[in-house]
């Protein structure tokens, strides 16, 4: 089987087993740089040759790298040609990292830069709900109740579904852009010239947005997400519900907000003030 029909077959078995676009672009391209690399038919690769490009390619890659890559290679090889050429490598432990957390003041600025309604409601409406950048551009008219000021994800991160609560201060934009949607047609809540929006799309705008609103720290997509949970617990609001409004299956996923809620940390008080008094 030569790198093309592999690649083809591959794609597939990611289709068939409804993977997401980011996990299926993911998995495509991992495979190919490797291929690309190896020079070889994948009927002909062999446990070798993974571990040749670990070392030569992936020597200064993080942990979170190595385990994606080898979990691509894994499904293709395990779906396509049955056999698994990762099997006796030893995954890296996966590294712990603390990630970015914008302030509220932070938000307010890079939500104030953004020049277009239709831009400014979809990043303020990210952060509001804690939508991960997949679940906001698939987003549909249908999804969203005004009654009851609730909306549905559907299908989220783990074939998930939830609901979100619609924030009163976005309301009337929001109904707006629902009657806008349904005037023109469109399925999505958000949608460009072409139908549905990419993910792309939206992260070049918060991209462009926190470099306008002279952010210095690395604003993705996801930091909305990061700093809406991180926000909410610094309000006091249970981690168990928060939980459930991210769409964890696992409490231990959002707990990962308990060590950088700078807010909560500043409420402790060391116990010299208590014994000095």
Request: hydrophobic share 35%; proline share 2%; charged share 35%.
């Amino acid at each position: 089987m030569n790198k093309q029909d592999f690649l083809k077959k591959l794609e597939i078995e990611l289709k068939i087993s409804k993977n997401s676009e980011y996990t299926i672009r993911n998995y495509i391209d991992c495979n190919k740089k490797f291929l690309d690399y190896i020079q070889k038919d994948p009927d002909k690769i062999t446990e070798d040759d993974v571990k040749q490009y670990l070392v030569e390619k992936l020597n200064d890659a993080s942990s979170s790298s190595l385990i994606v890559f080898l979990s691509a290679l894994r499904y293709s090889f395990s779906n396509v040609l049955h056999k698994d050429i990762t099997l006796n490598i030893k995954r890296p432990k996966k590294e712990k990292r603390i990630p970015t957390v914008l302030t509220k003041d932070e938000v307010k600025k890079l939500i104030e830069v953004i020049d277009t309604k239709k831009s400014r409601l979809m990043v303020s409406f990210m952060y509001a709900c804690g939508f991960r950048v997949s679940e906001i551009v698939n987003l549909k008219v249908k999804d969203l109740n005004f009654q009851e000021k609730i909306g549905n994800v559907r299908q989220g991160k783990g074939k998930r579904d939830r609901i979100f609560n619609l924030p009163d201060f976005l309301l009337d934009d929001l109904k707006k852009q629902t009657d806008n949607q349904l005037k023109l047609n469109q399925e999505y809540l958000f949608s460009g010239p072409k139908g549905k929006l990419s993910e792309r799309n939206l992260q070049k705008i918060i991209s462009k947005a926190a470099k306008r609103a002279g952010l210095s720290k690395d604003v993705h997509c996801h930091t909305l997400r990061h700093s809406f949970a991180t926000h909410l617990l610094e309000n006091g609001t249970d981690i168990r519900k928060i939980q459930e409004l991210l769409g964890h299956s696992d409490l231990s996923t959002t707990q990962i907000y308990t060590h950088i809620s700078r807010e909560e940390l500043k409420k402790i008080k060391s116990p010299i003030d208590e014994v000095m008094k």
